[in-house]
């Protein structure tokens, strides 16, 4: 195309009948595909970059979810998370108040992908602080209620939590508490 175009500056004339406008859309389509070009290529590391990020999301998201199961005599416990995409609002944890007492906290954010799962690591937190009346089911899910309320418009967390008392075995009829809540 320039070779062309110098030609036609300098010397005999390559394009016949000197028709400048078929050399303007020379020009145009030529100019058409490099910034298609640069848009596809810009595109897909626009692309990799974001998977990028969402690699490093999940690994962040998956650290905030227990890294073993408590193990008790008398109670076998299995967890196992799979979400449905990269990250997620699905969620459990533990809270251990000894060696025969146990709560168990499965939720789910409402919604999929990086906002369910930021208010999930919300909810690891709000958890956490719960230890102390771990052994109240209706407490620990009031103060999550309290916690989290109001802090999102679009999304909601629903969650069901489990307090295990194995002192409280009689027989061998477990004892346990639990409520829902959403």
Known sequence: MLF????NLLGPKILPG?????????????????????????????LLAINKELEIARRIQSSTLPQFVPSFAGLEIAARCAPMSAVAGDFYDFLCVDEKRVGILVADVTG???????????????????????????RVLTGLNGALCGKFEE????????FVDL???HGRTLRSQERRAG
């Open 4 to 7: 062309v175009v110098n030609q």
């Open 18 to 46: 000197h028709n400048v406008e078929f050399l303007g859309f020379l020009v145009f389509v030529a100019s058409l595909g490099y910034v298609s070009a640069y848009r596809t290529f810009a595109s897909e590391e626009r």
């Open 112 to 138: 999929h992908g990086v906002p369910a799962a930021l208010i999930a690591s919300m909810l690891k937190v709000a958890f956490a602080s719960q230890a102390a009346h771990a052994h109240d089911p209706v």
């Open 155 to 162: 999304h909601f967390v629903t969650a069901a939590y489990l």
């Open 167 to 169: 002192y409280a075995l």
